[in-house]
């Protein structure tokens, strides 16, 4: 099936149930993400920026959860950058990266955008719509991955599935597509990923750039501004990661995170939650040191002190230091006040990183971490390698997904909103319009419960 006709004529419908289920989940988890982000500094100041030079004009997109309106570039932008603040969402090992956090606030500015001109989307043309984004999205990483030797930011890529899920959307034919793909990949920010690792920043993972550079890809197309062809779509070199689109799903393939915390952390932060559940004897009052043994790119992660919350998830000390004094870690423990808590980085500066060889050795392939604690009494106890819950093999059951989403979600939304929208997204696949849905996402939240 050719990229076109795939973006096309493919229907919600028509995917396995496995991977329809898994859509609807990702789109929960992450408006979970970007409820648990609203309030954050990052996202304050992007909403601010949007409002202030991208005003709303012909287009006009209302904000996630604040309901003002701003052009869809500036939607992009602040949804993208809202999303990629705490690090909750969820990811995909081929490409290095992540879709979700740039093609569902791309996709829900679209829509809004086209709302607001008098049309009606229906739930299974917006959830159509997403599927498509994120599986086109994946597959341009893979792409990306297997033809560049950097590792670049996931907005590198994740704009190109911008452009398929606004293809769909907006009825382009095929000549606008692909220059629409062309400039969407020709501006996408190829970002140096490692540079953000070890220099944190509210740069991040270039969500909102993406976001931005496939919404101005379509605008562009539209336009008349030519820009084909997309070299991570159409050169022979990347045929494998196209080839047998519509039958085998990137998607499947995705991991989810537990914690709004880096990846190459998530391993610890399982390990620790084991150990927790087996000796309730840990606490933070009895812990005298913590190793943490992990493969290199973890280890690099350290942070034992963050100065601000892009530091403290890019870590592994800090947030494995709050899993253990808080018992949880959620967007309040590693944003905000927490950050400085003394209780927190007492722990934190006992906790020992440390470069295991066996486990680098099996990097990228698994993402596996070994943790040991010594109590004040003497006791010691060691984690087995344990790789990180969420992956495919390890997945996250739906109690789990929706215990995340109210963690996250409750920062900010009330306890009837949360529910609402999870009823909400659960119904588009029969619902003849997604105004329900988007009713609860672009107002201002009321005060939490």
């Given at each position: 099936m050719s990229l076109y006709s795939f973006v096309r004529d493919f229907?919600?419908?028509?995917?396995?149930?496995?991977?329809?289920?898994?859509?609807?989940?990702?789109?929960?988890?992450?408006?979970?993400?970007?409820?648990?982000?609203?309030?954050?500094?990052?996202?304050?100041?992007?909403?601010?920026?949007?409002?202030?030079?991208?005003?709303?004009?012909?287009?006009?997109?209302?904000?996630?959860?604040?309901?003002?309106?701003?052009?869809?570039?500036?939607?992009?932008?602040?949804?993208?950058?809202?999303?990629?603040?705490?690090?909750?969402?969820?990811?995909?090992?081929?490409?290095?990266?992540?879709?979700?956090?740039?093609?569902v606030p791309a996709v829900l500015a679209l829509v809004d955008a086209c709302r607001?001109?008098?049309?009606?989307?229906?739930?299974?043309?917006?959830?159509?719509?997403?599927?498509?984004?994120?599986?086109?999205?994946?597959?341009?990483?893979?792409?990306l991955m297997a033809t560049a030797p950097e590792y670049h930011a996931s907005g590198s890529f994740s704009g190109l599935g911008v452009v398929c899920a606004g293809t769909r959307l907006l009825g382009l034919d095929e000549a606008t597509f692909r220059h629409a793909l062309g400039i969407a990949e020709y501006f996408g920010p190829r970002c140096p990923m490692m540079r953000l690792v070890d220099h944190p920043s509210m740069l991040r993972d270039a969500h909102g750039a993406g976001a931005h550079a496939g919404l101005n890809a379509l605008l562009l197309a539209q336009a008349g501004v030519t820009g084909a062809p997309a070299e991570t779509v159409e050169t022979t070199a990347v045929a494998a990661q196209w080839h047998d689109l519509g039958q085998r799903w990137e998607i499947d393939a995705q991991y989810f995170k537990p914690w709004p915390v880096c990846r190459w952390a998530q391993p610890a932060l399982t390990a620790m939650t084991a150990l927790l559940a087996e000796h309730p004897?840990?606490?933070?009052?009895?812990?005298?040191?913590?190793?943490v043994e992990t493969f290199h790119e973890s280890m690099r992660l350290q942070g034992h002190t963050p100065?601000?919350?892009?530091?403290?998830?890019?870590?592994?000390?800090?947030?494995?230091?709050?899993?253990?004094?808080?018992?949880?870690?959620?967007?309040?423990?590693?944003?905000?006040?927490?950050?400085?808590?003394?209780?927190?980085?007492?722990?934190?500066?006992?906790?020992?990183?440390?470069?295991?060889?066996?486990?680098?050795?099996?990097?990228?392939?698994?993402?596996?971490?070994?943790?040991?604690?010594?109590l004040k009494d003497g006791q010691?106890?060691?984690?087995?390698?344990?790789?990180?819950?969420?992956?495919?093999?390890?997945?996250?059951?739906?109690?789990?997904?929706?215990?995340?989403?109210?963690?996250?979600?409750?920062?900010?939304?009330?306890?009837?909103?949360?529910?609402?929208?999870?009823?909400?997204?659960?119904?588009?696949?029969?619902?003849?319009?997604?105004?329900?849905?988007?009713?609860l996402l672009f107002n201002a939240p009321a005060a939490t419960q």
């Open positions: 229907t919600f419908s028509q995917a396995p149930a496995h991977t329809r289920e898994l859509l609807q989940t990702c789109l929960l988890d992450i408006l979970g993400v970007a409820a648990g982000a609203r309030d954050n500094q990052t996202s304050q100041i992007l909403r601010q920026y949007a409002l202030n030079h991208h005003p709303a004009g012909n287009l006009a997109s209302r904000l996630l959860f604040d309901g003002r309106a701003v052009h869809p570039l500036g939607a992009g932008w602040a949804g993208g950058f809202c999303v990629d603040s705490l690090d909750a969402h969820e990811g995909h090992f081929t490409s290095k990266g992540h879709a979700g956090a740039t093609v607001q001109q008098g049309r009606a989307i229906s739930g299974e043309e917006l959830l159509s719509a997403l599927c498509i984004g994120y599986e086109t999205a994946l597959r341009a990483g893979a792409a004897q840990i606490s933070g009052q009895a812990v005298e040191h913590i190793q100065a601000n919350a892009d530091e403290a998830q890019y870590a592994l000390a800090f947030p494995l230091a709050a899993l253990v004094v808080r018992g949880q870690v959620g967007p309040l423990e590693v944003t905000g006040e927490a950050i400085h808590a003394a209780d927190i980085l007492a722990i934190s500066q006992r906790i020992e990183i440390v470069e295991a060889d066996d486990l680098s050795a099996r990097f990228p392939g698994e993402i596996l971490s070994r943790v040991t604690v010594l010691r106890f060691t984690s087995p390698i344990t790789a990180a819950k969420g992956d495919p093999a390890t997945a996250m059951t739906q109690a789990e997904f929706r215990a995340k989403f109210h963690l996250l979600a409750g920062v900010s939304l009330s306890e009837p909103q949360r529910l609402a929208i999870e009823q909400a997204i659960a119904e588009l696949p029969t619902s003849a319009s997604c105004e329900a849905l988007f009713d």
